[in-house]
């Protein structure tokens, strides 16, 4: 009883100090002034689906948050059923090929930015993280998540080739063999599933659990030094990252050869249809 009375007092106090840094449209940052912990929260309604102005206001938040030395990064929604439904499925619709290109490079640069930040980087996942929603959660090092959603990539399911970037932001969280059977199957799993498997940290049962949570995982570093935290992880992120880094135009080529093919763009269609199908019902 007093432990959870303290808690609440904390989260109080935590709620008080947080002053608002800046803030697009589309995302919302707030910095809390004691802890220096910065809370980046999607909101591109109606599911924060990533098109290409959502990718540069994320990525730009990003750096934004680390140019001013803030000790790390909440990443939230302001949508309480939906973390992310991942790439906006019209931006690979019969692409106008400039924008496209566009487009898959700010994706390119937005993962790295997330995947290799230089600071403490946690997932209050509160609602729904789906594709490319998965994969940001999975890019940070501390995933904390609300019962009954779902979260996952199920891109074979509806007929994507799974970009290596993508593969390999699963291969840092999963062992392979976990991660091949979900990518092969496009498995969605449930909050329950997910920390079974380890692909979330926690459950908790509500946002402001959540944020405390990454609050605190934040917190554990604190009596690390920064400048040695950020390469040690960057050493460890670095293979994963590798490819994406060395030779982005490849991975750019072959993703817009296979949006283009009439395949990919025949099952896009059907899936488009299927989700409007269901609002209509
Ligand atoms: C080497 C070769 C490489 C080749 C590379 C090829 C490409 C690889 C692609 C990589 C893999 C994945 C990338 C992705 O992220 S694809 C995105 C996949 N996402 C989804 O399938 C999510 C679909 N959405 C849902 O399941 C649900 O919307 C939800 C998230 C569970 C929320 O449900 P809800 O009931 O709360 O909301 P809903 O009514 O369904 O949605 C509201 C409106 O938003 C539209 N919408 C939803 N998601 C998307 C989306 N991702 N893109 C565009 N639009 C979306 C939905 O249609 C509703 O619209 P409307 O109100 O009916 O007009």
């Known amino acids: 009883m007093l432990r959870s009375r303290t808690k609440l007092i904390e989260l109080g106090k935590r709620q008080l100090c947080r002053s608002m840094?800046?803030?697009?449209?589309?995302?919302?940052v707030e910095v809390d002034d004691k802890t220096g912990i910065a809370t980046l929260t999607m909101n591109k309604p109606p599911v924060n689906s990533c098109n290409l102005e959502f990718l540069r206001a994320l990525k730009s938040a990003m750096k934004e948050i680390e140019s001013n030395k803030c000790s790390g990064i909440i990443l939230t929604s302001s949508n309480d059923k939906v973390f992310s439904s991942g790439l906006d499925l019209n931006e690979l619709r019969q692409p106008n090929p400039e924008r496209l290109a566009t487009f898959w490079k700010e994706l390119q640069e937005m993962w790295v930015t997330l995947y290799l930040s230089n600071v403490p980087t946690a997932a209050a996942i509160n609602g729904h993280a789906l594709a490319v929603g998965c994969v940001m959660a999975a890019a940070c090092e501390y995933r904390v998540m609300l019962p009954d959603f779902t979260i996952g990539i199920h891109a074979t399911k509806f007929g994507y080739v799974v970009p290596p970037f993508i593969v390999n932001t699963y291969l840092s969280v999963l062992p392979h063999p976990v991660v091949e059977r979900a990518l092969l199957q496009g498995k969605i799993f449930s909050t329950q599933e997910a920390l079974q498997i380890n692909l979330i940290d926690e459950v908790v049962n509500s946002k402001d659990e959540a944020l405390c949570k990454c609050a605190d995982f934040i917190g554990s570093f604190e009596q690390t030094n920064p400048v040695a935290r950020a390469l040690t992880k960057r050493q460890l992120r670095a293979p994963f990252a590798k490819q994406l880094l060395e030779d982005p135009e490849t991975e750019?080529?072959?993703?817009?050869?296979?949006i283009n093919t009439p395949l990919f763009q025949e099952s896009l269609d059907q899936y488009l249809l299927q989700l409007k199908k269901k609002n209509k019902k």
């Open 21 to 28: 840094c800046k803030s697009s449209e589309l995302t919302l």
């Open 252 to 258: 750019l080529r072959e993703s817009l050869e296979y």
